[in-house]
């Protein structure tokens, strides 16, 4: 039973991540992949991908940032026994 339960997960896992990629690359796969640009940036495929990666990067920055300074809090914090 815990096989079905991996091949589901791994499914609407891989799913996901297509569906994602899909996203962030509009065309990717595809013969011409400019074609799948927004109208606003005709083939300025470097511009668009900065403006959809940034944030993303920016998200990711901020959240390590937090979660190695919340680590050094966590060990300075000694808890009384």
């Known amino acids: 039973m815990t096989g079905i339960a991996w091949l ?14 899909c996203l962030l690359w509009p065309g990717l796969g595809t013969a011409n992949p400019d074609a799948a640009l927004p109208a606003g940036f005709a083939s300025q495929r470097g511009q668009f991908e900065l403006l959809i990666l940034t944030p993303i990067a920016a998200v990711v920055a901020a959240v390590t940032a937090y979660h190695l300074a919340a680590r050094r809090r966590g060990r300075a914090i000694r808890m009384p026994r």
């Open 8 to 21: 589901v997960a791994s499914l609407a896992t891989g799913w996901s991540a297509l569906a994602a990629i």
